[in-house]
Structure formats: structure tokens, C-alpha cells
């Protein structure tokens, strides 16, 4: 398991909009990360009703943020590589509200596709073994701005 201190440093999202505690695996294709900042009450993406569960996407987009960042190091390159999120397609929904969720969430994703101007995957996000949300997340790079 890596905990967010060994990676945190590799992506641009930072403080409270690094959602992610630790990646349980990872191959050259997948990763699985866990977080449990969904219930917390000083969430930046929680509303006056609660966390929804369109952020889940935002979920998906983080640990595929983590899985570029960590492949990237495994071939000794270590900077940091800022990118926009520029797509979400199938995106399907169970729940409305996600905040009340007890425990950890498990974040999975998958490359469908990767160069150096972007990048696509599938994500889902379970709880206790549901399925909370899934779809396809896309993002462009921007060249690589600082050197880690």
C-alpha cells in the first residue's frame, strides 16, 4: 500500500482537494486507491445538502491523475504533470447523496488510453462492495511544469 505521502507530491491536486488516503495496488493499466474524505463536513466539493454523487467522477479523475503520475515515476520521470479534465461519457450514478456512506470508498481505474497529450480511462467507485458510480473520464496535458 502507498500512503498519500509517497505519491501526493507527483500530481497537482493538493490540501483538502487531494481526496485520495492510499493506493492499495497498481499495475501498468489499473489502480486502486481508497478515501474516506466523503464524509467529511469541510469537504470542498460538499453543498448545502451534502456531498452528491456526481463528485465521484472527480474520485475517478484523481486516481487516474495518481495512476499517470506513478507510472511516470516508474520510468524515472518525476514531474509534476497538470492536465484538464476535459470529458466524462457513460457516467451512471446509484446514489444521490454520499457523505452518510460509512468507511472507505474504493476507487478503480483502468487506461484505456494513454500518449503524451492525454490520456482516457474507466473509472468506478464502490462501497462496501455496491456500486456507487461509473463511467469514462478523459484529460489533455499540458507540458510538465516543475521538476520534482
Do not use: K, N
Not at 501526493?8 to 495496488?25: K, Q, Y
Not at 444521490?96 to 474507466?122: K, N, P, R, W
Amino acid at each position: 500500500m502507498l500512503v498519500r505521502a509517497d505519491w501526493a507530491h507527483l500530481i497537482p491536486h493538493a490540501g483538502a482537494m487531494c481526496l485520495l488516503d492510499a493506493v492499495v495496488t497498481w499495475d501498468a493499466t489499473t489502480i486502486h486507491a481508497i478515501s474516506t474524505h466523503h464524509t467529511h463536513a469541510d469537504h470542498p466539493l460538499r453543498g448545502e445538502r451534502g456531498l452528491h454523487a456526481v463528485h465521484l467522477a472527480e474520485y475517478g479523475a484523481q486516481a487516474m491523475a495518481v495512476h499517470g503520475a506513478l507510472l511516470a515515476r516508474s520510468q524515472g520521470i518525476e514531474t509534476v504533470r497538470h492536465g484538464q479534465l476535459v470529458s466524462l461519457r457513460d457516467v451512471v450514478l446509484a446514489e444521490e447523496y454520499i457523505d452518510s456512506l460509512h468507511g472507505h470508498l474504493d476507487v478503480h481505474t483502468e487506461c484505456l488510453y494513454s500518449d503524451d497529450s492525454g490520456s482516457q480511462y474507466a473509472f468506478r467507485v464502490e462501497h462496501d462492495g455496491r456500486l456507487l458510480a461509473h463511467g469514462r473520464t478523459a484529460a489533455m496535458y499540458s507540458r510538465p511544469t516543475a521538476p520534482i
